[in-house]
């Protein structure tokens, strides 16, 4: 899985996603998301060797949380 990541080219991604249709956005959207879910996944096992996979699952729930809360906060604060 480390080999695919090397090779994720994000600028390409973007640029792509870009030209494309609105319903083909949504499912790279989707897409994009699973991917960032399992970078995460894989971060956390690093971490936390010993989690079983509720754990990784509830540690990567709180991340997402966590993310939506600066979210939140740079919205709030007018940031960008």
Known sequence: KLAAMRHF????????????PLGEKLFAGATLFRYACETARIGIRAQHP???AEEVEKLLRKRLEL???????RDAEGCS
């Not at 994000?10 to 494309?20: D, F, P, Q």
């Open 50 to 52: 010993h989690a079983d």
């Open 9 to 20: 080219d994000l600028e390409g991604k973007v640029r792509a996603a870009r030209r494309m």
């Open 67 to 73: 993310g939506r809360q600066l979210e939140a906060r």
